[in-house]
């Protein structure tokens, strides 16, 4: 029994069933760190408490309401963590909707039944930034509704367990957590102080190799990022500018009181990055591949898009793969420990061929596949009965991310078919909006895939590297930018008039 469970055993609470949803609409969305949740009413195995506060309902019964809630919110957690509530790192947000008479006041007291039930779990955790609003009526009369925003930090937490990103190589967790008056926190930046380079794919070899040339020392460092994840997201959880600001700014002080030489938010949101721009940060611009799904319903939908030839390229590089070849498509629990054993072997020699030695330990997709498994998609692409190639992705809000992909065998074209159609059918299949492929290889570009710009922000102390970091960026953005509209142009689709 995990801790969090414990904790509800011995506040005497039982979860509900996850309610199924009552219209067109999902339970939760999982994007990166952050499950959202969907509202939830006050709803239980009995009916629930329907009615208007300030009506037939009293504010002790609006409270029992908003419990129920909480209830309901914990129990769609749950499901979207892989029934661990543990992976749960704090309650971010929640929003309620009480239903009220227009002369009914006292609403955050109503929400506070929702509230206290979640710092009980949860603790300092459970704390909460919180809306709260009254409404003229809600779904099917019922009292109160909410939502909530959660963070789960289990790809980063099966990292650390698994000792990929650990101290002993060269990722000391270094994370900033920013407090109010009271002590309550109300933002987090996720940092490391690192030794090396490795593991980051914004490249800096050559300014830590110049840096050093001239006598400096560019080791230490401080990086925001998720440790060999090369996928665009949140790096400081707050919408506050002022704690944005106050997190950036501790990350400098860190850096100078550990005499570090900088400090990158790698894979950052380009507003993000135009933030801390007012703290001395560069912003450097790197590209991706993504697909983008234009409402299409079927692959040939997509492959209407494309010029003939392209068309025609694509047609033959799938039936070329597909010869002889029966591919799998797994995922969850379907994904069992010899599939993974295989998918690692596969890992392994592309890690070995591209990298030397590869970042990433059998434990971690033990660890990954227990408790992101609604998230892990495998392709497994077998000929005659026995695997020959794997290939990785994972689902997050509304994107699938290629990961990792290896072959024991030579086959032409099963790259593409894993990595980049199969990929293309699941986001069709599922409504996704995206498939982001990660950089390098304008290969992808003749596949449907576009140029997407990255960002990262980069604050140096020392004068004479920060100026020539930034002569080098001046020089290194409008090239970055000119490749990318240059690629566009020779984007497969048809050219529109």
Wanted: with cysteine; hydrophobic share 40%.
């Amino acid at each position: 029994m995990g801790k969090i469970d414990a904790r509800l055993v011995e506040l005497g609470v039982t979860l509900p069933t996850p309610p199924a949803p009552v219209a067109s609409y999902v339970p939760y969305v999982i994007s990166g760190k952050l499950v959202y949740v969907s509202g939830q009413v006050s709803v239980d195995a009995t009916g629930g408490i329907k009615g208007k506060l300030g009506d037939a309902i009293e504010v002790e019964q609006g409270q029992a309401a908003a419990r129920l809630c909480a209830l309901n919110l914990l129990a769609q957690v749950k499901a979207a963590c892989g029934g661990d509530l543990d992976q749960v790192k704090r309650v971010v947000k929640l929003s309620g909707f009480v239903n009220v008479t227009p002369d009914f006041d006292p609403i955050p007291q109503v929400m506070n039944g929702c509230s206290d039930l979640m710092v009980a779990v949860f603790g300092d955790a459970g704390r909460h930034a919180r809306s709260a609003v009254g409404q003229a009526n809600l779904p099917l009369n019922y009292a109160v509704e909410v939502d909530g925003m959660f963070l789960s930090w289990d790809f980063l937490q099966a990292l650390e367990e698994s000792g990929c990103a650990t101290p002993a190589k060269g990722w000391q967790p270094a994370h900033l957590i920013a407090r109010d008056r009271t002590g309550a926190a109300v933002g987090a930046m996720l940092l490391y102080a690192k030794d090396h380079s490795y593991g980051e794919y914004v490249f800096d070899h050559s300014w830590a190799d110049a840096f050093m040339r001239a006598g400096g020392r560019y080791y230490p460092k401080l990086q925001c990022a998720v440790p060999f994840t090369p996928v665009p997201g949140r790096r400081m959880l707050s919408n506050d500018a002022s704690v944005i600001s106050a997190l950036g700014q501790a990350a400098i002080g860190l850096a100078q009181r550990a005499d570090a030489s900088s400090v990158h938010a790698t894979f950052a949101s380009a507003e993000l990055c135009q933030h801390l721009k007012s703290l001395g940060y560069l912003t450097r611009v790197g590209l991706q591949y993504h697909w983008f799904n234009h409402g299409y319903a079927t692959f040939d939908d997509f492959l209407a898009d494309l010029s003939s030839q392209k068309r025609k390229n694509i047609r033959k590089e799938r039936a070329r793969a597909a010869g002889g070849m029966r591919i799998r498509r797994l995922r969850g629990t379907a994904i069992t420990q010899r599939d993974w054993d295989f998918f690692f072997r596969c890992y392994q020699d592309t890690g070995s061929r591209k990298w030397g030695s590869p970042y990433l330990n059998r434990k971690f997709f033990t660890l990954l596949g227990e408790r992101m498994a609604d998230q892990c998609v495998l392709f497994v692409a077998e000929e005659d009965g026995h695997p020959v190639a794997s290939a990785l992705n994972l689902l997050g809000g509304d994107a699938l991310y290629g990961r990792y992909w290896g072959r024991v065998a030579d086959v032409p074209f099963l790259h593409f078919e894993l990595c980049y159609y199969q990929a293309i059918d699941l986001a069709i299949e599922l409504k996704l909006a995206r498939v982001e492929a990660g950089a390098q290889g304008e290969h992808k570009l003749a596949r449907g895939y576009v140029p997407a710009p990255t960002y990262s922000a980069h604050w140096i102390a020392d004068r004479g590297l920060r100026q020539a970091v930034l002569h080098y960026l001046n020089a290194e953005t409008p090239a970055v930018i000119e490749e990318a509209e240059v690629l566009a142009d020779h984007a497969p689709f048809k050219k529109q008039d």
